[in-house]
């Protein structure tokens, strides 16, 4: 594998150009700069942060995505007047040695004018990151996430396991990597406990999900999609345990939270449910939300299970889609990377998927495209949180 | 036996028992899986009808609803308040008494922990 070799010593499977909105204000702005760019200037993505209030973790959330290995140079687009603190962003940036502009609305006259100053920015930050140099890659340079969306009653049964059996693969063979979601491990808590590193970590763990668990209950209402029970899903905990196997059999490392980046390989948690009583609602009201954050701690591509059929991608890392229902994968084969649906029809068992999960791991990481990647699919949302920061029993290797 | 192993084993062991029958009845060639030995539910493989005759683990299950992939039957007979178990744990309880081959789902089974939701309730609230 090669990669494209980043000052903090990262190395990164893609090399982007982000346009980056810092509030709704400047949004079409951004999207028409991003809209014009993209034929000829290489990859050129969007993201953005609607909200005008200051957010602790929204800024974290930004400066990790923004310095993320996949990623060459961004352009930040601000009206003017927003609450996010664009002058501290922009310094991070280019203290991580990425070629960074930022375009002020009302400083430039508008928005025809920032559109076309934009395009401007936009192509030589393009020009200059050309010549990011590339290096060999190895699997201890490598950070795969995992989520689940739109699950059903097989994807317990065949995309998750599978996903298990790669992930074993991969920490086994030095790379990193993270599941998350702990508002679906409620009633995991005990089996996940045992395969803390450490009695500590053990503690740390049954803590999130008891909050997860209280978080939720205060929301009304639990990680749950009515397709999920269209699908055969009844309950929460039913849900956690086929989520659960995505994890493999691995120990688990540590526990982080969005923003945290491991520097060890091994598996790890990420506990996305905020700290505290409820203050700004549901903690990630759709599916790209986990995958932002997953991208926050250093994942170059999230591996995605589904059983009713998601077909999303996300800006940044690219989305690797593994089918769980035989039923979907006839009906939405085109967006589908690998059909688990095999493994309930008997055309495959889940060591077989595994492997095929792996290889095409290492092949999207060389630079092939999955589909949703292919098909233009760069979904991005990010809204508020609040975290208090990890504590050292959540990553005893440190 | 690790959670995985033993779950992807099942799996390939209904499948192969699948593959070797030749009997007339539709109603033996379906697939039921049971993922854990301490289970009292199975996981639908392959659809079948109301009244379809499910044969599986050594019983005979008569299914009462039409029973679509990843959904659940009894495998025995629950009573209300029981625990059910998948994987080996559980993952509620029962809120109905019901006979083996009985379709179990948000109608007759709760979680202990959080409710779960549909697009119907959604309308009503």
């Known amino acids: 594998m090669k990669g494209y070799s980043r000052s903090d010593g990262r190395v990164g499977i893609r090399n982007v150009v982000l346009v980056v909105y810092l509030v709704e204000c400047a949004h079409h702005v951004a999207r028409a700069i991003v809209e014009k760019s993209v034929d000829e200037n290489g990859p050129v993505e969007l993201v953005g942060f609607p909200g005008c209030y200051p957010n602790d973790y929204a800024f974290l959330m930004m400066e990790r995505l923004l310095t993320h290995p996949n990623v060459g140079g961004i352009l930040l687009v601000s009206l003017g007047c927003e609450g996010f603190r664009r002058e501290a962003l922009e310094k991070v940036v280019a203290e991580s040695g990425r070629p960074v502009d930022t375009l002020v609305i009302q400083h430039t006259g508008g928005t025809k004018k920032s559109i076309v100053s934009g395009q401007e920015s936009v192509k030589t930050i393009a020009k200059s990151i050309k010549m990011a140099p590339i290096v060999e890659m190895r699997l201890e340079d490598l950070i795969v996430g995992t989520v689940c969306g739109g699950s059903d009653g097989t994807s317990g049964i065949s995309a998750n396991p599978a996903v298990g059996r790669c992930f074993d693969y991969l920490v086994n063979a030095g790379a990193t990597c993270i599941f998350e979601e702990t508002g679906e491990l409620i009633g995991c808590e005990d089996v996940m406990a045992d395969r803390a590193a450490t009695p500590e970590l053990a503690l740390e763990i049954r803590g999130a999900i008891a909050k997860a668990e209280r978080y939720y209950k205060a929301m009304g209402y639990g990680s749950f999609a009515p397709g999920n029970a269209d699908g055969g899903l009844t309950t929460q905990e039913e849900k956690s345990m086929g989520a659960y196997s995505k994890s493999g059999d691995s120990k688990i490392s540590g526990l982080i939270k969005p923003g945290d980046i491991p520097n060890q390989s091994g598996l790890y948690l990420l506990d996305v449910v905020p700290d505290g009583d409820p203050l700004f609602g549901f903690p990630n009201i759709s599916d790209n939300a986990e995958i932002a954050e997953m991208i926050a701690c250093g994942c170059h591509l999230i591996l995605f299970t589904t059983g009713r059929g998601s077909v999303v991608g996300s800006a940044i890392s690219p989305v690797i889609k593994i089918c769980a229902n035989p039923e979907t994968y006839e009906m939405l084969a085109d967006d589908m990377d690998i059909n688990a649906g095999r493994i309930i029809t008997g055309g495959a068992s889940v060591d077989d998927v595994g492997e095929e999960i792996v290889t095409e791991v290492l092949a999207v990481a060389g630079g092939a495209m999955s589909l949703s990647e292919e098909m233009g699919h760069r979904e991005f949302i990010l809204t508020y949180k609040r975290f208090e920061p990890i504590g050292p029993a959540c990553l005893p290797g440190r | ?125």
């Open chain 2, 1 to 125: 036996m690790n959670f995985i192993a033993s779950v992807s084993a099942e799996l390939e062991s209904v499948q192969g028992m699948g593959k070797g029958q030749s009997t007339i009845e539709e109603e033996s060639k379906n697939c039921f899986v049971r993922l854990h030995r301490d289970d009292n539910v199975l996981v639908c493989c392959r659809a079948v009808n109301r009244g379809a005759r499910v044969n599986a683990y050594g019983r005979s299950l008569t299914v009462d609803a039409d029973i679509h992939v990843g959904h659940k039957i009894a495998f025995e007979e629950i009573l209300q308040g029981d625990k059910v178990k998948k994987y080996g744990v559980s993952i509620g309880s029962m809120t109905k008494h019901v006979k083996p081959g009985a379709h179990v789902h948000v109608h007759n089974l709760k979680s202990d922990y959080i409710p779960s939701h549909t697009r119907d309730d959604a309308v009503r609230d």
